[in-house]
């Protein structure tokens, strides 16, 4: 869609893509604190989205950063020290479930991090130059990390620590989280949770939930 295109404040239904996200944490028992990461720019009209939808859990917005991690942070420096578990969640992934989020909160109460993953069904080719392949990856070990994605905050705000002394970019939360030495423990799903990165995603989602 281009980088000039907010996917989260596009149209799906008679919603933006961002409120079916922060309706599905209003709904989950599990979350107590919304807080909402946006573009700068974007700050207002996140506004208007929690007012106009009752999200009376999103206490916070604020802008985010070029880079993903720089975002997390953003919303993590918004929590005190007493807030023990964190859920990171992508607002362009509308068909997430109350459910889903609270499956991954409750692995990292046991485990430290509960990461939302579906597991590969296709082949998965690498190809290091060109369109050529460098090798078959074997899929029955091969898992596609989406989110929500739940951590005890510590342990991620140290991976993120660790990423910035090493000017590290990660790709994903459990990415950081790994950094502070611990395992990442995966949350099977099949739960169609489409990320919203063209038009024909809209449609996708739309049908999934049936709009």
Not at 54 to 68: E, L, N, P
Not at 143 to 167: M, N, Y
Not at 170 to 183: I, K
Request: proline content about 3%; hydrophobic content about 45%; overall charge positive.
């Amino acid at each position: 869609m281009g980088s000039q295109v907010d996917r989260a404040f596009l149209s799906l239904g008679t919603r933006p893509v961002v409120a079916y996200a922060m309706m599905a944490l209003e709904k989950c028992p599990d979350v107590d604190v919304v807080v909402l990461v946006v573009r700068k720019d974007r700050i207002d009209a996140a506004q208007s989205v929690a007012q106009m939808f009752g999200c009376s859990k999103c206490k916070f917005i604020v802008g985010g950063a070029a880079q993903r991690q720089g975002s997390v942070q953003a919303g993590l420096d918004q929590l005190n020290e007493e807030v023990n578990f964190v859920t990171i969640l992508d607002c362009i992934r509308p068909c997430v479930t109350p459910y889903l989020i609270s499956d991954t909160i409750k692995t990292a109460k046991r485990y430290g991090s509960g990461v939302a993953a579906v597991k590969a069904e296709d082949s998965i080719k690498e190809v290091l130059k060109g369109q050529i392949v460098t090798r078959t990856l074997d899929r029955a070990k091969i898992w596609q990390a989406i989110t929500p994605q739940s951590f005890r905050c510590e342990l991620l705000r140290k991976g993120l620590k660790v990423a910035a002394q090493k000017h590290l970019t990660v790709t994903d939360d459990s990415e950081a989280f790994a950094l502070a030495n611990d395992d990442v423990h995966l949350v099977p799903t099949d739960v169609p949770n489409i990320k919203i990165a063209s038009a024909t995603d809209l449609t996708l989602a739309a049908s999934v939930l049936r709009l």
